[in-house]
């Protein structure tokens, strides 16, 4: 016997009951591939493969999901980015009041049709220890990464407390440094004398990605921000304005394109309080990612993936409500779609409206 209700059905078989999500369809974008269970997903440079995160182990499976998935040996990380398309790199958790950071690579061969379709990876190697980078405590500095660059260098930030402040990047022996171009990229930091009171709030500024270089030309002078995200190309900056509660896109020179973006504050229709979070921007800078929530004062009440298209300002609900709530994301190098980790769906892929 069978009976359905909108977002599961339910399987009566042999005295057993079986609940399943329906998924059949996103709100406004179509699922493509489905990879099972897991989490933190991240495209290959050329979009044929997909890493993600499935108890504690790291899996690498085709991303039009008809392939197999191959379990990495002996991860033990936590951030991890692709090196290459057949290269991952990860810090390994370091140990209780360790004072260094490990990052390790694991290298690995493509199956490759011989329509040069990739059907998956085999020849994985035993992870190998690619650098070691130890945190000066005296001078303040930390390490933070894996990170892959605009341009495809790869290496970890140093940074003298967080983050926000000026960093130098340090690229991992072996593989591709920094050019002139990309020495002159620019980061957003956030200037926390901006907002004595509030940590993580400040004056917005930019900063070059290598050396320590003083703070350029200041975005902002006489407003409060926090999470600001730089866009691929480098020249709009969007970020969460603290006295207006709302997400506000600007240029380099700190001119306001968009000045309401989207607002956080209580939603009418539920009482909830509405925000956003996790904005990413799509790799031609004219589309932006993210998640809204709707939570009460004790948990998040539903969590949904949103696309905003800023050339005619439409937005829409990418992943519907029979999916689940939306634990993370990443847009594919091209554009064309989006790997959404879901509580009921597990990981798919959906297909970006054009």
Known sequence: MLRATRSMVMVFAVGA????????????????????????????????LLAFVYKGGLYVAPADGKGTRAK???????????????????LEKPQRYSDTSLFKSVVFQRDVSPSGKCLGIKGIAAPALLTLAAEDELNRERVFGPVR??????????????????ARFVPFPGRKQLTARESRWPRVLVLREGHRFSPGWGYLCLASISGWDAPG???T????????????????VIALSLGRQSWVIMDTSGHEITSKFETQGKDPGTGYFAGAVGMTWAPDGNRLCYMRSLEDSER???????????????????????????????????????????????????????
Request: glycine fraction near 10%; charged fraction near 15%.
């Open 300 to 354: 998040i009440i539903d969590m949904r993936l949103m696309v905003s298209d800023l050339a005619n300002k439409n937005v829409v609900e990418l992943v519907g409500p029979d999916c689940g709530d939306v634990h993370s994301f990443a847009w594919s190098p091209q554009g064309t779609a989006i790997a959404v980790s879901t509580s009921q769906c597990g990981i798919i892929i959906v297909r970006v409206p054009s």
């Open 149 to 166: 660059l605009i341009d495809g260098a790869v290496g970890y930030f140093a940074a003298k407390g967080s983050l926000d402040n000026p």
């Open 221 to 236: 002078t006489d407003e409060s921000f926090g999470f600001p995200v730089l866009s691929p190309q480098g020249d709009k």
């Open 217 to 219: 030309r200041p975005l």
């Open 72 to 90: 990495l040996p002996d991860f033990s990380g936590q951030n991890y980015i692709w090196a290459s398309d057949s290269d991952i790199v990860y």
């Open 17 to 48: 009951l079986f609940v399943l999500p329906l998924c059949a369809h996103a709100a406004t974008g179509d699922i493509v591939a489905r990879l099972g269970p897991g989490g933190s997903p991240q495209w290959s440079p050329d979009g044929q």
